[in-house]
């Protein structure tokens, strides 16, 4: 389960509400029992339940049972488009390692407003299910144009350009920091386009013949980079 605070021997431990009722209702968990708690931070630790009621749950660090594992430098930036769909990218993202994941607005996003709270539980719950020891930030949403003009210097952009379809080389990505561009379903506008090229260190890539949805095409993306980095 993750928690937000530091986790050491002998630390008390405050679990959520919902984590009490994941516990007892879902898991049968009694007090006596065992968790494993990670923060992103502190690798995973092993805490005993000391109490466990409706309100909440206490559980008490036993020790250290997994190192603290970081994913790459690797950012995932795209434009929000249906709740499901959106749900769906940001829950992937955290399963395939991404570090942060930065919905954009921009100039044919289909979508205006995002939850960043709802998503960021769906980050939670991803690392949770994949055994991670870290929950990727979602940031909130923010304009493209806003994102590029404060670039950081030295993170490379694999911009994932639906025009390149019909290239058939596989892409050799760069190394990290790094941060992968994917585009709304009606893809990115010419002065998107204009901006980006004139951009240093973005680097353009195909994701195959076909021209993929925003969700595939985020999954696609991020699995090359595992697939090549293999982290
Ligand atoms: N409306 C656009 C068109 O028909 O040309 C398609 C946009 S596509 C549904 C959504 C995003 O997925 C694109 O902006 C791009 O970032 C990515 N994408 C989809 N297929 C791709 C491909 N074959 N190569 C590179 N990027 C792709």
Request: proline share 7%.
């Amino acid at each position: 389960l993750f928690v937000e605070q530091p986790l050491g021997q002998g630390q008390g431990i405050a679990l959520s509400q919902a984590q009490a009722h994941y516990l007892n209702t879902v898991l049968r968990k009694q007090t006596g029992t065992q968790v494993a708690l990670f923060n992103s931070r502190d690798g995973e630790w092993l805490a005993e339940i000391t109490e466990i009621g409706r309100r909440g749950a206490l559980a008490l660090c036993l020790g250290q049972s997994a190192p603290q594992r970081m994913p790459p430098d690797l950012w995932l930036v795209f434009a929000p488009i249906k709740k499901a769909r959106t749900d769906f990218i940001v829950e992937k993202a955290a399963e395939l390692g991404a570090a942060r994941i930065l919905p954009v607005q921009t100039e044919f996003t289909n979508s205006e407003r995002i939850r960043q709270d709802r998503l960021q539980a769906h980050a939670i719950e991803a690392a949770e299910q994949c055994g991670g020891t870290f929950v990727p930030e979602v940031a909130e949403l923010q304009p493209l144009s806003r994102l590029l003009a404060h670039w950081p210097e030295g993170r490379a952009l694999i911009w994932a350009d639906e025009d390149l379809a019909n290239t058939a080389q596989t892409p050799s990505l760069p190394p990290a920091p790094v941060a992968i561009l994917i585009g709304p379903e009606g893809g990115f506008s010419p002065t998107e386009r204009a901006r980006l090229r004139a951009m240093s260190g973005v680097q353009s890539i195909s994701l195959g013949p076909r021209i993929l949805r925003a969700d595939t095409a985020a999954v696609a993306a991020l699995t090359l980079w595992q697939a090549q980095k293999g982290d």
